[in-house]
């Protein structure tokens, strides 16, 4: 999708995201993700689209101009404020097919199912069964979804139904806020979930391990972890910057697996690589390695998985092999996407 598409010509993105009424939304997704995803769920005249994560309302009015006069949009978020915003600034234009509810995203909306589309602009834990259980047959699921239970770490994925079973049909670097079950006044603060330790002072940070099964119900691991990182004992930049960030965030779940680490440092910077209850080490999105000493075992371990990395040529997401494993647990049933290595490693 390009901005002299005709379907979305006359969709205004500054009258949602900077309408002078509302003043301008601040924390949104960015405009060529959305074209990226609406292009992908490949939306036609007169489909039923589900849209979690109404947001200002520009994604809602773009699948309304797909689905035209004898389609539906049905758009959930969990904020009344952005349902009431988004409804009001659709109302002023006139469009009609779309209707705005303050729904929890992860359980879709059985009222209006079933749907041949689904949008999600939100990250939920897993691929919802309740998604797939509110697809028509055929359908399609664009959403993006953790390949790790870490913040951060995800691929936008698109979905088929075949017999009632989901399949992947492709993958896309990308991300989107994870969801929540009550509205987040900051969308730039803690993230909701798969957080092991996090500190306010004297600035925020946070850490995510992979191992936190194996960390105590303190989670003294994760703060000396994190308080390795915040502290350094050794610095060096990495010879082969920049970083393609996307590319090596998914790599290194395949390289890292339960050791892998993510952070959130002092001065905003996120940080990727290996730790353990004694040692650290991560590499910054700026290509600086952080680590806790040069003879440090984790130092080790990231050079390693920087060089399997770089083996691989930086992998574009068609390299990965995405596949959807059924989970059944009572937080969310549904499929966790996993990846493995197009290649042998």
């Known amino acids: 999708m390009t901005a002299a598409d005709p379907l979305h010509a006359n969709v205004p993105e500054q009258f949602y995201v900077h309408n002078p009424d509302r003043g301008e939304t601040l924390h949104r997704s ?17 489909n039923h689209v589900l849209e979690i994560g109404t947001g200002t309302g520009y994604s809602g009015a773009l699948l309304a101009s797909r689905v035209g006069a004898t389609g539906r949009v049905t758009s959930i978020d969990i904020s009344d404020d952005l349902v009431d915003w988004a409804d ?31 949008a999600a602009w939100c990250t939920p834990p897993r691929l919802p069964r309740a998604w797939v259980n509110q697809l028509a ?4 699921i664009v959403a993006c979804l953790p390949i790790a239970a870490q913040p951060s770490t995800t691929l936008v994925t698109t979905i088929t139904l075949t017999a009632g ?10 991300g989107y806020a994870q969801s929540t079950a009550t509205p987040v006044v900051d969308a730039l603060t803690l993230p909701g979930r798969w957080v092991d330790h996090h500190t306010d002072q004297p600035d925020p940070a946070w850490i995510s391990i992979g191992w936190r099964d194996q960390d105590d119900p303190q989670h003294t691991g994760a703060r000396t972890a ?24 998914a790599y290194s779940v395949i390289a890292g697996g339960p ?54 040529g930086r992998p574009d997401a068609g390299w990965f092999r995405p596949r959807l494993v059924p989970n059944d647990g009572k937080d969310l049933p549904g499929w966790d996407l996993r990846v493995t290595a197009g290649v042998a490693l």
Do not use: M
């Open 30 to 46: 960015a405009a060529e993700a959305i074209h990226r995803d609406v292009t992908a769920l490949n939306v036609h005249e007169g």
């Open 88 to 118: 009001r600034l659709h109302r002023q234009r006139g469009v009609t097919t779309i209707t705005c509810h303050t729904a929890d995203g992860v359980t879709g909306y059985p009222p209006h199912a079933p749907y041949q589309r689904i």
């Open 137 to 140: 047959p055929n359908g399609r």
């Open 165 to 174: 079973q989901p399949h992947v049909e492709a993958v896309t670097f990308g």
């Open 226 to 249: 994190l308080n390795l990182l915040r502290n350094p004992g050794h610095t060096e930049t990495y010879h082969r910057a920049p970083l393609n960030w996307p590319s090596w965030t």
């Open 259 to 312: 050791q892998r680490s993510i952070a959130a440092l002092d001065d905003g910077k996120r940080g990727i690589g290996h730790t353990t209850p004694t040692t650290a080490a991560v590499i910054l999105t700026d290509g600086t390695i952080l680590a806790d000493s040069t003879r440090s075992p984790s130092l080790t371990a990231l050079r390693s998985w920087l060089h399997r990395w770089e083996r691989a």
